[in-house]
């Protein structure tokens, strides 16, 4: 069992990262502003998900085998690059569209939770992070280091959760209050398709 007061400090950091600008948290910001609150959620489970993959990958060393391989590396971050791209490419010839029925996601929520899913297992840099990041909060004196990883992982994702969804929330309102203006419709989805490019650019540099 990890200490309290390292579990504290520890979920207090993972908030503060969270909060970071990175790949993830402009994902969301991205989808709430573009599709409202509902998809920010969606997603915002999607890429918990994926933290749940790396976590369980980094607690068990499937991670070590991407670190060590230049090749698993490369596919992994080039996929993701080209993913990212095609959601800019699908934003950038969005239509514009006015009335707050026309402002519910064209994607069902589970097709955004995959997508949410698939953003954040294409980033080979989140499974390398957390091998950096969680052995610095376990104590091979304590209990076993899989039980603590696992731990470490599950505060991580709470506190994504927890940041992710405020984005949403705060993202998803300015969205639907520009609802009923084309030109304001066209320049979020023109701002979302650059947001897409910049995030896969610095992926695919990384």
Known sequence: MIAPHVMVSFFITSVILALSPGPDNLFVLAQSAQNGRRAGYSVTLGLATGLMVHTVAVTFGLAAVVRSSALAFGILKYTGAIYLLSLAWQAFRSAAATGRQEMVPVLSSMALYRR??????????????????????????????????????????????????????????????????????????????????????????S
Do not use: H
């Not at 052995?135 to 304590?142: E, G, I, L, N, V």
């Open 116 to 205: 949410g899913i698939v953003m954040n297992l294409a980033n080979p840099k989140v499974s390398l992070f957390f091998i950096a990041f969680l052995p610095q909060f376990a104590d091979p004196r304590q209990a076993s280091m899989t039980a603590q990883f696992l731990q470490l992982g599950t505060l991580f994702i709470l506190a994504t959760l927890l940041v992710f969804s405020l984005i949403a929330l705060f993202a998803g309102g300015v969205g639907e209050r520009l609802c009923n203006s084309p030109f304001a419709q066209q320049l979020v989805n023109r701002i979302a398709a650059l947001l897409f490019i910049a995030i896969a650019c610095k992926l695919a540099l």
